[in-house]
T-cell receptor, first 112, second 113 residues
Framework: QKEVEQDPGPLSVPEGAIVSLNCTYS??????FMWYRQYSRKGPELLMY????GNKEDGRFTAQVDKSSKYISLFIRDSQPSDSATYLC????????????FGTGTRLKVLA | NAGVMQNPRHLVRRRGQEARLRCSPM?????VYWYRQLPEEGLKFMVY????????ESGMPKERFSAEFPKEGPSILRIQQVVRGDSAAYFC???????????FGPGTRLTVL
């Protein structure tokens, strides 16, 4: 069993839809959770990070962590074609560590 | 305000040749991390270096792979006697200190024929 599981997609939605992207994990020691966006043939760029449980909002993006269920989510409101990319979740056991464990990524297509 | 630079962006090698991948961290960053991304797999940590030191190479294969980050110049990931299974995208990330957010470069796509 992988430490971090993520549905590879692709996930296709119409422009303006609310998108929900999810990851589950097995290591209860994970405390620091991140979402990266990766456009085709580019490097991952950090979108959001959260520490421990709860929600964090940044513009159209909301990151949610449910440690009791070992489940994290990224919501994108009013999705745009420019949001079409692969979204990678990543986690580590603490915010000061460097070993990130990545999910395989979910490919998202937002249709105009 | 240049980000992390990697070159070459694409590298083609025949089996048995050597591959050298270069990474220049962001300005002010002295910590470098190398990751490998295989199709349908997530990014896998390979090695973490500071200037002139290898801090953690636990994710790097023991044979044929080596990494360095000299006092001057870019970090280099070296793969000797490449095999087809080495074909992947190799990403470098950098941070100002250990544990800080890692910023990724555009990657080098290695194809082994």
């Amino acid at each position: 069993q992988k430490e971090v599981e993520q549905d590879p997609g692709p996930l296709s939605v119409p422009e303006g839809a609310i998108v929900s992207l999810n990851c589950t994990y097995s290591n209860s020691a994970f405390q620091y959770f991140m979402w990266y966006r990766q456009y085709s043939r580019k490097g991952p760029e950090l979108l959001m990070y959260t520490y421990s449980s709860g929600n964090k909002e940044d513009g159209r993006f909301t990151a949610q962590v449910d440690k009791s269920s070992k489940y994290i989510s990224l919501f994108i409101r009013d999705s745009q074609p420019s949001d079409s990319a692969t979204y990678l979740c990543a986690m580590s056991v603490a915010s000061g560590t460097y070993k990130y464990i990545f999910g395989t990524g979910t490919r998202l297509k937002v249709l105009a | 305000n240049a980000g992390v630079m990697q070159n070459p962006r694409h590298l083609v090698r025949r089996r048995g040749q050597e591959a050298r991948l270069r990474c220049s961290p962001m300005k002010g960053h002295s910590h470098v991390y190398w990751y490998r991304q295989l199709p349908e797999e997530g990014l896998k940590f390979m090695v973490y270096l500071q200037k002139e030191n290898i801090i953690d190479e636990s994710g790097m294969p023991k044979e044929r792979f080596s990494a360095e980050f000299p006092k001057e110049g870019p970090s280099i990931l070296r793969i000797q006697q490449v095999v087809r299974g080495d074909s992947a995208a190799y990403f470098c990330a950098s941070s100002p200190s250990m544990g800080d957010t890692q910023y990724f470069g555009p990657g080098t796509r290695l194809t082994v024929l």
